[in-house]
């Protein structure tokens, strides 16, 4: 058995024991992953990962790909068909933008390396969530969820120029799927979207019991307030950053009740750029039986976390 293995073995089994050392903290924390799911995930996830499906299979790639290309190609280095997954992405959220390349591929329309490239700056946050989660949830104003959603679609496609590397110049080439007739189209799109929408909630719980776990252990706790320490920040805003870090929800759950200064905008910004390691494993989960690596996309969420904090930081300043 390999290194890794071993250690994914003995962490397992450290998470077992967790489990059952504090299984009444681990149920709570599961019923609130439950919660999120039924109230804000699937609510605001499903009809857009059906709609969406529904476009891809209809033709909307091939249809707008065409009058998308010189642009596409000419920015980003992508085909206009790939193209559409930034809009996709921005309007649907995570993990949208993922499974719509990753159906993309599938569909013959794109390849493993242009897929990758669209990994690192479709996959992203829809206005759904910025306006009712972060403007009225968090800072009790829908402008600034309008504010934070422009500069995380800024950061999307600064995201997309500076990791488009070099163009092919071969997107012509690649074969385009004749559109499905509506009949048969909407069932592959409403089946497809309940097998996204369940592989969602199945990480969005994961990481609910995993944070939750590790708060009721007294771990976060402890490291906020070294993280608070060092950078001078309040605690709640140092225990957002790191439940943020894990799971998305949650650290935007942590902010409530902080007002909008430069640093809490910015730090919105950022949790939202980063998405969370459950966006990872979500997203590395759609794309796991095609040949596509994850790392282009684990980058771009690096890179625009960064680039929404710095645009959110500075504009504040000089509104």
Request: net charge positive; with cysteine.
């Amino acid at each position: 058995m390999r290194l890794k293995n071993k250690l994914a073995v003995f962490a397992a089994l450290c998470g077992l024991f967790v489990l059952i050392a504090a299984s009444s903290e681990a149920i709570a924390a599961c019923k609130a992953g439950l919660r999120l799911c039924v109230e804000l995930i699937l609510p605001s996830l499903f009809p857009f990962f059906v709609v969406s499906g529904l476009l891809q299979r209809l033709g909307l790639p091939q249809l707008l790909g065409v009058k998308l290309a010189r642009f596409s190609e000419k920015l980003f280095h992508v085909s206009g068909a790939g193209c559409t997954a930034l809009f996709i992405g921005l309007l649907g959220g995570y993990p949208l933008g993922a499974a719509y390349i990753a159906g993309l591929f599938d569909a013959g329309t794109v390849d493993a390396r242009e897929a990758e490239k669209l990994l690192a700056f479709c996959n992203n946050s829809g206005p759904a969530f910025f306006l009712g989660a972060l403007g009225t949830g968090v800072f009790g104003s829908v402008k600034w969820g309008v504010f934070l959603y422009a500069v995380h679609a800024a950061a999307a496609v600064l995201t997309g120029l500076l990791l488009r590397g070099k163009g092919t110049g071969n997107h012509a080439k690649l074969a385009a799927p004749a559109p499905l007739p509506f009949a048969k189209a909407l069932p592959e799109a409403v089946h497809s979207a309940v097998s996204a929408s369940l592989n969602v909630c199945g990480f969005v719980v994961c990481f609910a019991v995993f944070t939750g776990l590790l708060n009721a252990n007294g771990f976060f706790s402890l490291l906020a307030g070294r993280l608070s320490q060092l950078t001078g920040q309040s605690l709640r805003w140092c225990r957002a950053l790191l439940t943020g870090f894990f799971e998305l929800g949650g650290g935007i759950g942590a902010m409530r009740g902080l007002v909008p200064t430069r640093e809490n905008l910015a730090l919105a910004a950022a949790l939202m750029g980063w998405g969370g390691l459950s966006v990872q494993f979500q997203t590395l989960s759609l794309i796991a039986d095609a040949d596509i690596k994850s790392a282009p996309h684990t980058a771009g969420r690096i890179l625009s976390a960064v680039l929404s904090y710095v645009l959110a930081f500075v504009i504040v300043e000089n509104l």
